[in-house]
């Protein structure tokens, strides 16, 4: 079968040089553009497509076991499996976190010497797998899935792995997950948020308020961006950029310590003060 090329999540950057290049077509059309004009637009075009290209290179390479799984979600047809009504969600190719976010989840993990990890949104493991390889060798994961397929894929890929013991799997909806691991006593150290944008809000609280984070234990967030909707007005506004926006606001106040990365869709980094 012939492997489909998709693209990862858009990030703001890489939405932004699609769009100056559609730009620069319609006006090189349009009327002809003077040769300094376009040197200029190529020059920016090419800071922007070379700038995410260049992380990459200049971050570590991610483990055989990552970069096997990496191919084999890259190769599944995830529009077949849903036509097929194996999935029960539309599930993407571009919901993989990327190397970089990879490589980035495993070295806070290691460096914060995080024992315990929760994971919200496992799709075909690849984040789980880098924050495992981060762990020690008595650390354990996590991760909630609301989508059977996608637990079955990601959970036979884990077990043909070394670590597949450090990570557990747990299927059903993320805010109930939270109140099941909130009544079997769970607190985490380390907590990575990538399920349905709309909650991110209510799983932020329901961890805080269940006590099943600490002062210590450090929140990651992804596509805290949104594509751009959470910080630019010209951009259609969704539920999911909406609610993202208002955790955006809620992490930036006082109660926390806060980064916010414009790593690809943007990643927060956050603990409690
Ligand atoms: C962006 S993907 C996760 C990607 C994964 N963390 C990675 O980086 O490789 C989001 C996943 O969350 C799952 N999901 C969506 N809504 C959910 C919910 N309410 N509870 C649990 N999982 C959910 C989706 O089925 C999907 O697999």
Known sequence: MKNKIYMRTESPISI?????????????NSRSLMKDEISDLNSIINMMENLEKYVDACTSSESPHLSKLNQLTMQTDWDKVFSDQKSETRLMTQMMSSKVSGQLLKMLVSISKAKTVLELGLFSGYSALAMA??????????????????????????????????????????LNLLDD???????????????????????????????????????????????????????????????????????????????????RDGMTIAKLR
Do not use: W
């Not at 981060?134 to 894929?153: M, R």
């Not at 013991?165 to 993320?174: E, P, Y």
């Not at 929140?219 to 909406?242: H, P, R, Y």
């Open 133 to 174: 390889e981060g762990l020690p060798e008595d650390g354990k994961l996590i991760s909630c899935e609301i989508d059977p397929y996608s637990v079955d894929f990601a959970r036979k890929y884990l077990d043909s792995t070394p670590l597949g013991h450090k990570i557990q799997t747990r299927l059903g909806s993320a």
């Open 181 to 263: 691991l909130a009544s079997e006593g769970e607190v985490f150290d380390f907590v990575f948020i990538d399920a349905r944008k709309t909650e991110y809000q209510r799983y932020v609280n329901k961890l805080l308020s269940n006590n099943l984070v600490t002062k210590n234990s450090i929140l990651c967030i992804d596509n805290v961006f949104m594509k751009g909707a959470c910080f630019s007005e010209d951009e259609k506004q969704t539920k999911g950029s909406i609610e993202v926006k208002k955790l955006n606001t809620q992490l930036s106040s006082e109660k926390f310590f806060t980064v916010m990365l414009p790593l």
């Open 16 to 28: 932004l040089a699609q769009r100056l290049k559609k730009l620069k077509n319609s006006l090189t």
